[in-house]
């Protein structure tokens, strides 16, 4: 076990980094900083220029693979690190220098268990990218399939297991020693997030698994397209996939020239988020110009699926209600999702929060169409969160940052195209196919139709219990349940009376 003198040898060493870009300012001048954090910051700027502005981005390009990951998803967290520093790390460029095609190579062999030639009969030594995780090169299969090969650098497993070490012991400290905000803004859960996540980007197989539930999940949508996995030779370290033959949609001059319909694209990939986030639960959660494709048919396609995020139906409903809300101006109905979520501490007033989302809403609402953004929006939520003591929830992150990414992608396709107006007749159906009174009664009679099943096992279960005068009590089909005894004609009495009702109630609304 890593000693607490190495943790703070290291955070040290990686807070000199960034000081020397200015990252620490807003650490050392934010009053809620705990003084044994400022005392640390002063140490690790200590004789250093500090820069008019800091670059996040660059200082943790400079720390290495796990601080690009770590910044990636702070970025999703601006009640956390400031909205400039949350704008300046969406720009973090997650790339660094490739391995050697040496040890790319032996890496694919151990990994898969056959000689190269055996498995491809060519493979680019030069990779087409190269990130913090992992680098891709073209191949041809010995069958004559032309695909990409993602080959987890060599190393890189321990790398982020040093660095996670760290950064768990400093959020555990923060979080003890830091007072309430550091507890609201719940940092060792931000930190054991980010270990599931980097976990999932290290795990290839996993990779190809979230591809093909995507890839299944997405048929009804069929602009949207995601590549085929080559299961036999892709493994825990090494991912084996189709290539795909397109355009980056961050060359709009080039798409234009190519005849693609720019605002058709951005069409296709609002739709395609919607449908994965608010109908399926199973988002790509990494959708910047660099994962997406224009295809010589007019489809979009998708790439890189390490990141993907995962909602229940619960919060999926909770998300669709609040977004229907905020588009159509019902504060009230979006203050009681919070507070029914529990997003919102019980000791708050309902009627406050209300306010406080109309004066995140009204001003977004009354722009034209063409300038309400939901990222403006996003910004307002966060900024009343430490008001009302809305604790962080860790499944909200990778949607927060995503929606935000994917807004920005498809308006730079289309300058003038809008979530709102794209997302509100989207989010209109699914609510009314979801909450309207057709689907009230479809989850009604399901849940009727259970009870009815479970009647003759709880008949015999009262003939146990509470046997006519006389006869012996039948076995029961299942195990036995310990009650406690009651007079039995009255309790008897009462349970058939409530099955009765029960099975009446049921098939009446069968027949309604």
Same mark, same amino acid.
């Given at each position: 076990m890593t000693s607490s003198v190495t943790h703070v040898v290291r955070l040290l060493r990686w807070g000199r980094t960034l000081a020397r870009?200015?990252?620490?300012?807003?650490?050392? *001048?934010?009053?809620?900083?705990?003084?044994?954090?400022?005392?640390?910051?002063?140490?690790?700027?200590?004789?250093? *220029? !500090?820069?008019? /502005?800091?670059?996040?981005?660059?200082?943790? !390009?400079?720390?290495?693979?796990?601080?690009?990951?770590?910044?990636?998803?702070?970025?999703t967290r601006p009640d956390l690190v400031g909205e400039k520093a949350a704008h300046n790390l969406f720009a973090l460029q997650d790339s660094l220098p490739p391995a050697t095609f040496e040890k790319i190579r032996a890496s694919i062999e151990k990994a898969l268990e056959a000689p190269l030639e055996s498995l491809f009969s060519r493979i680019d030594p030069v990779p087409v990218g190269a990130a913090s995780i992992a680098q891709v090169h073209?191949?041809?299969?010995?069958?004559? &399939? /032309?695909?990409?090969?993602?080959?987890?650098?060599?190393?890189?497993? /321990? @790398?982020?297991?040093?660095?996670?070490? @760290?950064?768990?012991?400093?959020?555990? #400290?923060?979080?003890?020693? $830091?007072?309430?905000?550091? *507890?609201?803004?719940?940092?060792?859960? %931000?930190?054991? #997030?980010?270990?599931?996540? @980097?976990?999932?980007?290290?795990?290839?197989?996993?990779?190809?698994?979230?591809?093909?539930?995507?890839?299944?999940?997405?048929?009804a949508e069929d602009g949207f397209y995601v590549p085929e996995i080559d299961w036999q030779r892709t493994s825990r370290r090494v991912l084996t996939l189709e290539w795909l033959d397109g355009i980056k949609l961050s060359k709009r001059d080039q798409l234009i020239e190519s005849g693609h319909d720019v605002r058709a694209l951005a069409g296709i990939l609002v739709r395609a988020f919607l449908r994965q986030a608010v109908i399926d639960g199973f988002f790509h959660a990494d959708l910047h110009q660099g994962n997406l494709f224009a295809l010589p048919d007019g489809r979009l396609a $998708?790439?890189?699926?390490?990141? +993907?995020?995962?909602?229940?139906?619960?919060?999926?409903?909770?998300?669709?209600?609040?977004?229907?809300?905020?588009?159509?101006?019902?504060?009230?109905? %979006? $203050?009681?999702?919070? =507070?029914?979520? !529990?997003?919102?501490?019980?000791? #708050?007033? +309902?009627?406050? =929060? @209300?306010?406080?989302? &109309?004066?995140?809403? /009204?001003?977004?609402?009354?722009l034209p169409v063409k300038d309400i953004s939901v990222g403006r929006m996003l910004e307002g939520l966060f900024a009343i969160t430490r008001d009302?003591?809305?604790?962080? !929830?860790? #499944?909200?992150?990778?949607?927060?940052k995503t929606m935000v990414m994917e807004e920005g992608v498809a308006t730079f396709l289309d300058p003038d195209l809008n979530m709102w107006e794209q997302a509100e007749p989207f989010l209109r159906e699914w609510m009314r196919s979801e909450l309207g009174p057709e689907a009230y009664a479809a989850d009604r009679l399901i849940a009727w139709t259970r009870a009815l099943r479970k009647l003759p096992e709880l008949v015999d279960r009262i003939d146990h219990y509470f046997p006519a005068p006389g006869g012996a009590p039948p076995d029961l089909p299942t195990a036995q349940v310990e009650v406690k005894e009651l007079p039995a004609p009255r309790w008897r009495d009462a349970i058939i009376a409530l099955v009765a009702a029960a099975a009446g109630a049921a098939v009446v609304l069968f027949l309604q």
């Open positions: 870009y200015g990252a620490l300012q807003g650490i050392e *001048r934010d009053p809620l900083t705990p003084p044994f954090a400022r005392r640390l910051v002063k140490l690790a700027r200590f004789g250093l *220029r !500090q820069p008019a /502005e800091p670059d996040y981005a660059t200082a943790l !390009q400079q720390l290495g693979p796990a601080a690009i990951k770590l910044g990636q998803a702070l970025a073209r191949a041809t299969t010995t069958d004559g &399939r /032309e695909v990409a090969v993602k080959v987890l650098r060599p190393g890189i497993e /321990e @790398t982020f297991a040093s660095a996670l070490e @760290t950064y768990e012991w400093a959020a555990a #400290h923060l979080e003890t020693y $830091a007072g309430d905000e550091a *507890r609201r803004l719940r940092p060792k859960m %931000v930190i054991a #997030h980010f270990k599931q996540w @980097t976990r999932r980007e290290l795990d290839l197989n996993r990779e190809a698994a979230s591809a093909s539930e995507l890839k299944d999940n997405m048929v $998708a790439i890189d699926f390490g990141i +993907m995020g995962r909602i229940d139906a619960q919060a999926r409903r909770w998300l669709a209600e609040i977004l229907y809300g905020l588009i159509t101006g019902n504060y009230g109905r %979006v $203050a009681e999702i919070h =507070f029914e979520a !529990q997003y919102v501490p019980r000791h #708050h007033s +309902m009627e406050e =929060f @209300t306010t406080a989302l &109309r004066a995140v809403g /009204e001003p977004i609402r009354g009302f003591d809305m604790p962080t !929830q860790p #499944h909200l992150l990778l949607l927060q």
